[in-house]
Protein backbone atom coordinates (compact mmCIF):
# COMPACT_ATOMS: atom_id res chain seq x y z
CA UNK A 1 0.00 0.00 0.00
CA UNK A 2 1.29 3.87 -0.74
CA UNK A 3 1.41 6.23 1.90
CA UNK A 4 -2.09 8.07 0.61
CA UNK A 5 -3.69 4.58 1.11
CA UNK A 6 -2.57 4.05 4.84
CA UNK A 7 -3.83 7.63 5.69
CA UNK A 8 -6.72 6.51 3.78
CA UNK A 9 -7.01 3.44 5.65
CA UNK A 10 -6.30 4.97 9.09
CA UNK A 11 -8.52 7.50 8.95
CA UNK A 12 -11.46 5.22 8.55
CA UNK A 13 -10.29 3.18 11.25
CA UNK A 14 -9.96 6.38 13.33
CA UNK A 15 -13.40 7.36 12.25
CA UNK A 16 -14.76 3.84 13.34
CA UNK A 17 -12.83 3.67 16.67
CA UNK A 18 -14.20 7.17 17.34
CA UNK A 19 -17.65 6.63 16.50
CA UNK A 20 -17.59 3.54 18.67
CA UNK A 21 -16.13 6.16 21.65
CA UNK A 22 -19.10 8.87 21.13
CA UNK A 23 -21.54 5.89 21.00
CA UNK A 24 -20.40 4.36 24.11
CA UNK A 25 -20.41 7.98 25.55
CA UNK A 26 -23.67 8.61 24.51
CA UNK A 27 -25.24 5.52 25.57
CA UNK A 28 -24.01 5.63 28.99
CA UNK A 29 -26.28 8.92 29.01
CA UNK A 30 -29.20 6.75 27.43
CA UNK A 31 -29.16 4.43 30.11
CA UNK A 32 -30.45 1.01 29.89
CA UNK A 33 -33.10 -0.22 27.34
CA UNK A 34 -35.45 -2.68 27.99
CA UNK A 35 -39.36 -3.32 26.26
CA UNK A 36 -40.82 -0.57 28.79
CA UNK A 37 -38.92 2.21 26.77
CA UNK A 38 -37.85 1.23 23.77
CA UNK A 39 -39.43 3.51 21.89
CA UNK A 40 -38.65 6.84 24.17
CA UNK A 41 -35.09 5.87 23.92
CA UNK A 42 -35.12 5.21 20.21
CA UNK A 43 -36.74 8.73 19.93
CA UNK A 44 -34.15 9.88 22.71
CA UNK A 45 -31.10 9.12 20.57
CA UNK A 46 -31.72 12.64 18.06
CA UNK A 47 -31.09 14.60 21.33
CA UNK A 48 -27.72 13.56 22.82
CA UNK A 49 -25.23 14.95 21.07
CA UNK A 50 -22.44 12.33 21.78
CA UNK A 51 -24.62 9.64 19.75
CA UNK A 52 -25.01 11.80 16.92
CA UNK A 53 -21.56 12.76 16.87
CA UNK A 54 -20.58 8.95 16.45
CA UNK A 55 -22.96 8.60 14.36
CA UNK A 56 -21.50 11.05 12.24
CA UNK A 57 -17.93 9.48 12.75
CA UNK A 58 -19.01 6.32 11.52
CA UNK A 59 -20.87 7.88 8.27
CA UNK A 60 -17.41 9.39 7.89
CA UNK A 61 -15.18 6.38 8.45
CA UNK A 62 -18.02 4.75 5.41
CA UNK A 63 -16.62 7.16 3.26
CA UNK A 64 -12.84 6.79 3.78
CA UNK A 65 -13.20 2.80 3.47
CA UNK A 66 -14.87 3.42 0.08
CA UNK A 67 -12.26 5.88 -1.12
CA UNK A 68 -9.73 2.72 0.32
CA UNK A 69 -11.35 0.60 -1.63
CA UNK A 70 -11.28 2.47 -4.82
CA UNK A 71 -7.59 1.70 -4.58
CA UNK A 72 -6.84 -1.46 -2.61
CA UNK A 73 -7.89 -5.22 -3.05
CA UNK A 74 -10.35 -5.73 -0.46
CA UNK A 75 -8.68 -9.28 0.56
CA UNK A 76 -6.41 -6.62 2.18
CA UNK A 77 -8.05 -3.58 2.96
CA UNK A 78 -10.73 -5.69 5.05
CA UNK A 79 -8.44 -7.57 7.53
CA UNK A 80 -6.94 -4.43 8.35
CA UNK A 81 -9.89 -3.24 9.37
CA UNK A 82 -9.61 -5.26 12.51
CA UNK A 83 -7.19 -2.89 14.22
CA UNK A 84 -10.12 -1.47 14.54
CA UNK A 85 -10.72 -3.66 17.39
CA UNK A 86 -7.82 -3.27 18.94
CA UNK A 87 -7.95 0.47 19.14
CA UNK A 88 -11.07 0.44 20.73
CA UNK A 89 -9.97 -1.82 23.63
CA UNK A 90 -7.31 0.51 24.26
CA UNK A 91 -9.90 3.51 24.33
CA UNK A 92 -12.02 1.06 26.74
CA UNK A 93 -9.14 0.84 28.67
CA UNK A 94 -8.23 4.69 29.10
CA UNK A 95 -11.40 6.32 29.17
CA UNK A 96 -13.78 3.81 30.63
CA UNK A 97 -11.24 2.11 33.15
CA UNK A 98 -12.31 -1.19 31.28
CA UNK A 99 -10.06 -3.64 32.15
CA UNK A 100 -8.23 -6.07 29.45
CA UNK A 101 -7.44 -9.59 30.63
CA UNK A 102 -4.84 -11.59 29.39
CA UNK A 103 -6.70 -13.22 26.97
CA UNK A 104 -8.42 -10.41 25.38
CA UNK A 105 -4.34 -8.88 25.06
CA UNK A 106 -3.38 -12.45 23.10
CA UNK A 107 -6.23 -11.90 21.20
CA UNK A 108 -5.40 -8.81 20.24
CA UNK A 109 -1.73 -9.73 19.70
CA UNK A 110 -2.83 -12.41 17.63
CA UNK A 111 -5.00 -9.60 15.56
CA UNK A 112 -2.00 -7.19 14.83
CA UNK A 113 0.05 -10.08 13.55
CA UNK A 114 -2.64 -11.09 11.41
CA UNK A 115 -2.94 -7.94 9.81
CA UNK A 116 1.06 -7.76 9.57
CA UNK A 117 0.98 -10.88 7.45
CA UNK A 118 -1.73 -9.57 5.83
CA UNK A 119 0.01 -6.76 4.29
CA UNK A 120 3.26 -8.20 3.88
CA UNK A 121 4.84 -7.91 0.88
CA UNK A 122 7.06 -10.91 -0.31
Known sequence: ?????????????????SGQFF???GALKL?????????????????IPELMVGLTCYGLGAIAYILVLTRVKLSIVGPCTALSYVFAVVL?????KETIPLT????????VNGVILVVWKQ
Open 31 to 47: GKVNLSNLFTHVLNIVT
Open 104 to 111: RILGLSLI
Open 23 to 25: LKS
Open 92 to 96: GYWIF
Open 1 to 17: MKFAEICLLLMSIIANV
